[in-house]
């Protein structure tokens, strides 16, 4: 147990931290996106919902392959990421966080956007009356309101981030101390017939999950709506 501890400590911290800060950008993002589509109707919002879905329903390897022509290092964005920074994100920690992003993404905006839509419009009415402005309605009124679908939809997106497997494998790759989150640690330690150290990764990461999730659901009950 004690000699593994190099092999487990490196991908439990990296899996951590890579879904801490995929979490704070969807939780950003995400937010902004699902008060867009719950409380805005613009041409194109249809096809604007079903781009945002689309990590749900394509597989891992399909959303890593995608993100490899769009932030690789002869991409769209990659190029300019290359000739801004001068150098690429692919095969570093960075390139994890891009796909853990991705694929958490519409989750959040799901979840917070059927919470958001859940409010009382003329509770928000009421406010502009009173001489709020919309972002001030939103920030006092409509999010508070809607906090437990937001904390939700975080919750399922960190638990989706830790989980990640397929996109990250494409884009980050299976670098040993540099991109080796936990489920690609699972993988590696499997195809090499370390038995002993997979079941111990697994039984961390499921661990973890649980407890992730028993926290924040007896959080979630504590908040007053």
Not at 50 to 74: A, D, E, K, W
Not at 118 to 123: K, L, N, P, S, W
Not at 201 to 223: D, P, Q
């Amino acid at each position: 147990m004690i000699y593994m501890m190099d092999k487990i400590w490196f991908p439990l911290s990296l899996t951590l931290w890579v879904a801490a800060i995929s979490s704070i950008l969807v939780l950003c993002s995400g937010v902004t996106i699902a008060y867009v589509f719950a409380r805005r109707d613009f041409r194109g919002k249809w096809l604007a919902e079903l781009f945002v879905t689309l990590p749900l329903v394509l597989p891992p390897t399909v959303i890593g392959y995608l993100l490899v022509i769009l932030v690789g290092r002869n991409g769209v964005l990659g190029q300019t990421i290359f000739n801004v920074l001068g150098t690429g994100v692919m095969f570093t920690w960075q390139a994890a966080v891009i796909a853990a992003y991705t694929v958490s993404l519409p989750l959040m905006v799901h979840t917070a956007k059927a919470a958001i839509e859940g409010v009382d419009r003329e509770i928000e009415y009421a406010a502009y009356i009173l001489g709020k402005s919309e972002f001030e309605t939103v920030l006092q009124i409509t999010l508070p309101l809607a906090k437990k679908g937001i904390l939700a939809g975080l919750i399922l997106s960190f638990a989706r981030a830790i989980g990640e497997f397929g996109a990250t494998l494409m884009l980050a790759g299976n670098i040993p101390g540099k991109t080796n989150t936990m489920s690609i640690s699972i993988y590696s330690a499997f195809q090499a017939g370390n038995n002993e150290l997979a079941n111990l990764l697994v039984l961390i990461l499921v661990f973890m999950s649980l407890l992730t999730i028993a926290l924040t659901g007896r959080f979630v009950e504590k908040l007053e709506v």
